[in-house]
């Protein structure tokens, strides 16, 4: 049985102040959840996030690593500096780093692996745009995406990544995939696993669902056969409405 999981990404949002805040407020309402509950937050927040989730059930990871351990690469942070300070889990190859900031299969790759290698957990996030889904294309790009992304992980390995399928036009639109589409998508990918590596390893490894989740539908998606939890945008900042996301499965 596959654990739920449940990951909020700030995104460019939330001062230090207002992430303790809300970490403090999360923490009592998910104490008693056996779901794994993550909060990706902006590289200010870390210090001060993690050590407010102290000895909480609550786990804290980036938003986006380089792969090269050190070196002349400006305004950028190394896996080994997350893992410095005790940050656990990353998010890697967001469709808006993608968009904004010209990362490809290739460099999700290489941050895969720096992750990989400085026992950070990566949160890979994979998904088509809208005209790939009007072409019918989706299956096709997104499992070249994981076959790319995947590239030289190891058996072993792959059990510390987690994948997120988040369809481009549903982030921040309030467009949600259809419950059936997203389980649909996320069958494919963990079937384009098994083929990559065993169907052990693919029965097993967490796909989550992003983009425009709500209080309202996470019920209905998370319980979906293959759908493990999700990645949540606007609505993992608002600490009532993330509350109700993580209990509500
Ligand atoms: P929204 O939940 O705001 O659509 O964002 C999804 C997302 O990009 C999470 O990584």
């Not at 200010?44 to 050590?51: A, R, V």
């Not at 893992?83 to 656990?88: D, L, Y």
């Not at 649909?184 to 989740?213: C, D, F, H, P, Q």
């Amino acid at each position: 049985m596959r654990k739920k999981v449940i990951a909020g990404n700030w995104k460019m949002n939330m001062l230090p102040n207002e992430a303790i805040k809300f970490i403090e407020q999360l923490t009592p309402m998910v104490k008693n959840t056996a779901n794994e509950i993550i909060l990706c937050v902006p590289y200010t927040d870390l210090f001060y996030s993690l050590l407010t989730a102290q000895n909480t059930n609550i786990k804290i990871g980036a938003q986006n690593m380089h792969w090269e351990k050190s070196g002349a690469y400006t305004g950028e942070v190394s896996g080994s500096m997350l893992k410095s300070i005790g940050v656990e889990y990353v998010i890697i190859g967001h469709s808006e780093r993608r968009q904004y900031f010209a990362e490809t299969d290739e460099t999700v790759n290489k941050k895969i692996k720096s992750a990989l290698q400085n026992e950070l957990k990566p949160i890979v996030c994979v998904g088509e745009t809208l005209n790939q889904r009007e072409e019918e294309k989706q299956i096709e790009v997104v499992t070249n995406q994981i076959k790319i992304a995947l590239n030289g992980i190891t058996s072993s390995q792959i059990e510390n990544v987690i994948i997120a399928y988040e369809p481009i036009w549903a982030i921040g639109t309030g467009k949600t995939a259809t419950a059936n589409d997203a389980n649909e998508m996320i069958k494919a990918i963990r079937n384009e696993i098994s083929t990559l590596y065993n169907e052990e390893i693919a029965s097993k490894i967490i796909i989550l669902y992003g983009g425009s989740v709500k209080k309202e539908n996470s019920k209905e998606l998370f319980s979906c056969s293959d759908i493990d939890g999700g990645l949540i945008g606007g609505a993992s900042l608002n600490v009532d409405d993330f509350t109700k996301i993580c209990l509500s499965v």
